[in-house]
């Protein structure tokens, strides 16, 4: 069982925005940052969002994270087919001197 | 472009030792701190361990705590984990990862993933 919570599924359809949730049973987002990273089927997991809310260079501005009490949330605005990914969130938990993930959401784009 | 490629997995049988490495290259691999995450099919990401850049400091999860031990080499670009006494829920996809910063436990996240070295340990 993660320590962080993600609905296990999320869809849209293309052009349309997502929002997908990760949640702390603990503190871990409510006093550290949050990091999203999506698996695209077949290939290694890739950084979308650090630190809350900001982008790698070559992440697209479709990706936004935001951060409040206990809970992150990854918007995904424009969906296109290619996004249809698994989406894992993950912070660093202070009482277990670990980083955590959450289990991830499967993002499917009718 | 960061490359990191995985060595080292296979077959194993509980109890038994098996050692990964991690060639990294496309980035001052001394300047960063290095994690190994693992991927198990249909439960999602584990963090493993994690090590500062000029390895100062460790940290495991609870579950290979003991067990596995995290090391690097900068002078060869290359980073290992040690693993013994291994399990069967060790079975799992270990991916090496670049951190963002010099400290694996800084908090802002890992940007630089290699596709991974299944390791199975069943008898």
């Known amino acids: 069982q993660s320590v962080l919570t993600q609905p296990p599924s999320a869809s849209g359809t293309p052009g349309q925005s997502v929002t997908l949730t990760c949640s702390g049973a603990n503190s871990e987002i409510d006093l550290n940052p949050v990091s999203w990273y999506q698996l695209l089927p077949g290939t290694a997991p890739r950084l979308l969002i650090y630190s809350n809310n900001q982008r790698p260079s070559g992440v697209p501005d479709r990706f936004s994270g935001s951060k409040s009490a206990t809970s992150a949330s990854l918007a995904i605005s424009g969906l296109q087919s290619g996004d249809e990914a698994d989406y894992y969130c993950a912070a660093w938990d202070d009482s277990l001197s670990a980083w955590v993930f959450g289990g991830g959401t499967k993002l499917t784009v009718l | 472009e960061v490359q990191l490629v995985e060595s080292g997995g296979g077959m194993v049988q509980p109890g038994r030792p098996l050692r990964l490495s991690c060639a990294a290259s496309?980035?001052?691999?001394?300047?960063?701190?290095m994690h190994w995450v693992r991927q198990v099919p249909g439960k999602g990401l584990e963090w493993v361990s994690g090590i500062n850049w000029d390895s100062s400091s460790v940290g495991y999860a609870d579950s290979v705590k003991g067990r596995f031990t995290i090391s690097r080499d900068n002078a060869k670009n290359l980073l290992y984990l040690e693993m013994h006494s291994l399990r069967t829920e060790d079975t799992a996809l270990y991916h090496c990862?670049?951190?963002?910063?010099?400290?694996?436990?800084?908090?802002?996240?890992?940007?630089?993933w290699g596709q991974g070295t299944t390791v199975t340990v069943s008898s």
């Open positions: 990862v670049k951190d963002v910063t010099r400290y694996f436990d800084y908090l802002y996240g890992m940007d630089g």
């Open positions: 496309g980035f001052a691999f001394y300047d960063y701190a």
